[in-house]
C-alpha cells in the first residue's frame, strides 16, 4: 500500500472511532441531540471522502469492502443534507461499522 493510501485509511479508522465515542450512549442520545447528528454524519462523510480518494488498485484489491456504497453515501448526505434520515444513519452506525472497522484494521495490518 502506498503512503497516501495509507493516510486515508486511517483517516477511515480515525473516522469509526470518533463515531464511536459520539454514539456510546446508544440510539436515544443520538436521536435527541443536534449536536451528535452533526458529528456522526460528519465523520460518515469523511469515511467516505477517504474512500473516494483511496487509489483505484486499493479498492479493486480489497473488494470485500463496498467501497461505492460507501462513496454514495457520503455523496447523499453532502447534497441531500437538509433531508439527512436519521434512523438510516443510525442503520450504519449499528450495521456496517463494525465491519467497516475489521476491514480497514485488517487492511493496516498489510501496511
Not at 434520515?85 to 467497516?100: K, S, T
Amino acid at each position: 500500500m502506498n503512503e497516501r493510501d495509507k493516510l486515508y485509511v486511517v483517516h477511515i479508522a480515525e473516522a469509526i472511532e470518533r463515531i464511536r465515542r459520539y454514539t456510546a450512549a446508544g440510539r436515544a442520545a443520538f436521536m435527541e441531540d443536534d449536536m451528535i447528528q452533526s458529528a456522526v454524519v460528519r465523520q460518515i462523510e469523511i469515511i467516505g471522502e477517504a474512500a473516494r480518494n483511496l487509489s483505484s488498485e486499493l479498492r479493486s484489491d480489497e473488494q470485500a469492502v463496498p467501497w461505492r456504497k460507501i462513496i454514495g453515501t457520503r455523496d447523499r448526505l453532502i447534497h441531500g443534507y437538509s433531508e439527512v434520515n436519521l434512523d438510516a444513519v443510525w442503520a450504519i452506525v449499528e450495521r456496517d461499522l463494525a465491519e467497516l472497522d475489521r476491514e480497514v484494521k485488517r487492511i493496516l495490518g498489510q501496511a
